[in-house]
């Protein structure tokens, strides 16, 4: 089973913290994501990697960044936080796109809250 | 680009009810089109896919999707409704030029009632 684990389940920051969210995924995909999940928004993309050290801004990523060293691993960044940053965040990791087009699997996600 | 516009955000239905969440997307090529579960305080699921060939797919849980190029929709449904099927569910719409990203819907909340 592929599985995809983030650091924590629950946090809580305040204002002006840098943060860091981590996401872990054990099964050698390429591509990594992640998307913040807030009611009635659906899921937005926040940044995207395809390979390591490779980055890809996707809808929404003013005031985030992120970092991939290794393939395993992608960790989100919240430079300065702030209250509009409280929100579920949710990784998720996918095969690189070939011949079709493979399924996201996604981590339990981390609801952080700013206070 | 494309969109995925999923009607009616919450869904009642009583248990042993047809099921029915509708998905409607737009897109200038063919699409892969894809529906996930969220269960409360958990990340999302593949409930099924469609890529290419037959179009009615079948997922887990006894839930099936019928894509229809003419309407661009792909609705979700399910025979007979369980409580243990209220959840989040998902509508996801990739195409093969966009480097393996999906565009999700708003999603929709399945509340079956006893």
């Known amino acids: 089973d592929v599985k995809v684990t983030q650091s924590s389940r629950y946090l809580v920051k305040r204002t002006g913290e840098k943060v860091f969210l981590e996401c872990v995924q054990d099964m050698d995909h390429e591509n990594m994501f992640w998307y913040r999940q807030d009611p009635g928004l659906g899921l937005r993309l926040i940044y995207f990697s395809y390979d390591v050290k490779m980055k890809e801004k996707g809808d929404i990523p003013e005031g985030y960044s992120v970092s991939r060293e290794k393939k395993e691993r992608f960790s989100l960044i919240l430079e300065s936080a702030s209250t509009n940053q409280t929100s579920m965040y949710l990784c998720?990791?996918?095969?690189?796109?070939?011949?079709?087009?493979?399924?996201?699997?996604f981590g339990p996600g981390t609801r952080l809250t700013v206070t | 680009a494309q969109s995925v516009t999923q009607l009616g955000s919450h869904v009642s239905v009583s248990e042993g009810a047809l099921v029915l969440l509708r998905c409607n997307y737009s897109?200038?090529?063919?699409?892969?089109l894809f529906w996930y579960v969220q269960y409360p305080n958990q990340g999302l699921q593949l409930l099924l896919k469609?890529?290419?060939?037959?179009?009615l797919v079948k997922g887990i849980n006894g839930f099936e999707a019928e894509f229809k190029k003419s309407e661009t929709s792909f609705h979700l449904t399910k025979p007979s409704a369980h409580m243990s099927d209220a959840a989040e569910y998902f509508c996801?719409?990739?195409?093969?030029?966009?480097?393996?990203?999906?565009?999700f819907g708003d999603g929709t909340t399945l509340t079956v009632k006893p």
């Open positions: 469609y890529t290419t060939g037959a179009t």
């Open positions: 996801a719409v990739s195409l093969n030029t966009n480097a393996g990203k999906s565009t």
């Open positions: 998720a990791s996918s095969l690189m796109q070939a011949l079709g087009f493979y399924e996201q699997y």
């Open positions: 897109s200038s090529v063919p699409p892969y």
